[in-house]
């Protein structure tokens, strides 16, 4: 490799970084966007004379399209408050109130039999950890999990229309009912195979080595899931997206990496879970601004070649046993539709560019 290519692909890790550290910058640019509308309509209001007002009040009002920009903000701020403020304020507490209460009362009443407190102490932080995290860990985290997803829709529908109010969803190429559902079915299950691959190159016996593509992996499946928002809003299917992310694979190395590594530093799960709640928002509005170089980088890295190989295996064999299914009950022509148009989008070629 040349020492133009490695420049290259150091300008694009770069690009990528900067374009996701500045969704923070979006998010305060959007807290003092709101009030110049208010500013402009009061001067606009102390100009007009007195005939236009009385023109004005006898023409019919339009109703006013509403503001997307704090639909963005109040989302966000209800992801943070939510993850932030209830989930990671309750593991706060148990953790540095509930525990040490619970370790001085035993304390207090068996501090002069040492073996019997250690095994009493022992069973009793067990039980209470346990307990929390089931009673209270899990359900708030799922129920986060869930909210987050609806609120991660809504700020991404609301980011493009903000970035792009130009553009419409009706400007995209049609899709059927039927493609629509195998195109999401497909990046679902490619999504969660690449988070396989990951989690096996976390566990490999190099530790350095194992780190390092955990991050890797981490970071693209970010930048990726991030994006994804935006490339449904025009249009684009999931061959086109991965070949776009393959051909690009610097600039989303470095435009997940902030997240990747905000996710990574704390031990418990949970806290990642909640941190990844918090910022990712901030991620969805800076792919919504982004502009990615339209350079390529100077060799294209198949990261998703096996998972898309083992999606379209497991996606075909589903979509012959519908299409059997289908055979068997005639009467049902819009499941044999739906299985046909499967069966189309399970047999496209790897990735072919647009």
């Not at 309750?90 to 304390?107: A, E, G, K, Q, R």
């Not at 991404?156 to 195109?183: C, E, N, V, W």
């Not at 190989?309 to 819009?334: D, I, M």
């Amino acid at each position: 490799m040349s020492s133009r290519d490695l420049q290259s692909l150091a300008t694009s890790f770069i690009h990528g970084f900067r374009d996701a550290i500045l969704g923070f910058v979006y998010f305060y640019k959007l807290n003092r966007d709101t009030d110049v509308p208010v500013s402009v309509e009061n001067e606009r209001s102390t100009t007009v004379t007195e005939l236009q007002r009385r023109r004005e009040e006898r023409l019919p009002r339009r109703p006013t399209k509403k503001s997307e920009r704090p639909k963005i903000r109040k989302r966000i701020l209800q992801c943070c408050l939510l993850n932030g403020g209830v989930f990671l304020a309750s593991i706060f507490i148990f953790d540095h109130l509930v525990i040490p209460v619970l370790s001085y009362v035993t304390h207090m009443m068996l501090g002069h039999e040492e073996g019997v407190r250690a095994s009493v102490w022992l069973w009793l932080s067990v039980l209470a950890s346990g307990l929390f995290k089931i009673l209270w860990i899990l359900p708030l985290f799922i129920i986060s999990r869930v909210v987050s997803f609806i609120w991660f829709q809504d700020i991404a529908d609301a980011a493009y229309s903000r970035f792009h109010p130009k553009a419409t969803q009706s400007s995209s190429p049609g899709m059927s009912f039927g493609t629509l559902i195998a195109d999401l079915c497909f990046g679902l299950l490619i999504q969660g195979l690449f988070l396989l691959q990951a989690q096996v190159a976390a566990v490999l016996p190099i530790p350095a080595i194992a780190q390092i593509l955990s991050v890797f992996h981490m970071s693209l499946s970010n930048a990726v899931y991030a994006f994804e928002y935006k490339w449904f809003n025009i249009g684009w299917e999931v061959n086109k997206r991965l070949h776009y992310v393959e051909a690009r694979w610097s600039y989303f190395l470095g435009f997940g990496l902030p997240l990747a590594l905000a996710t990574s530093w704390a031990e418990s799960y949970w806290i990642n879970g909640c941190i990844f709640a918090v910022l990712f928002p901030l991620l969805i509005v800076s792919a919504n601004e982004a502009t990615p170089s339209a350079q390529e980088a100077p060799f294209e890295l198949p990261v998703f070649a096996l998972v898309v190989r083992l999606s379209n295996f497991f996606f075909s064999h589903g979509v012959s046993r519908s299409q059997q299914t289908a055979k068997k009950q005639p009467q049902s022509s819009s499941s044999t539709d739906w299985a046909g148009d499967l069966t189309a989008r399970s047999e496209m070629p790897r990735l072919v560019p647009s």
